[in-house]
């Protein structure tokens, strides 16, 4: 089992940057795929990025490329997502997640751990 733990989550004026991070504990971190994703108030849980176990390849969502970075330090057992020139329409709860599997983009269904998510808020 992994224990996924969000951080960095907070207020921020558009066009700011915030860069979240996700710490793992538990089983092995550099076996997993990792993701993040995010939900905003009466919206569905959408993806937002992810990267395979070695960080070698990264998938972006189209609302987060060029955007956003997606990376991993596996001696620190810790994902990270830097968001730049961020929007209003990027406020949401985000949360990162760990998939076994291998495809692992997109979906939700495909990750079995979740952190407690952090709240990002831009203000316009």
């Known amino acids: 089992q992994v224990q996924l733990v969000e951080s960095g989550g907070g207020l921020v004026q558009a066009g700011g940057s915030l860069r979240l991070s996700c710490a793992a504990s538990?089983?092995?971190?550099?076996?997993?795929?990792m993701g993040w994703f995010r939900q905003a108030p009466g919206k569905e849980r959408e993806f937002v990025a992810a990267?395979?176990?070695?960080?070698?390849?990264?998938y972006y969502a189209d609302s987060a490329k060029g955007r956003f970075t997606i990376s991993r330090d596996n001696a620190k057992n810790t994902v990270y997502l830097q968001m730049n020139s961020l929007k209003p329409e990027d406020t949401a709860v985000y949360y990162c997640a760990a998939s076994p599997r291998t495809p692992f983009i997109g979906s939700s269904a495909l990750y079995d751990y979740w952190g407690q998510g952090t709240q990002v808020t831009v203000s316009s």
């Open positions: 990267i395979s176990r070695s960080g070698g390849d990264t």
């Open positions: 538990g089983r092995t971190f550099s076996s997993y795929n």
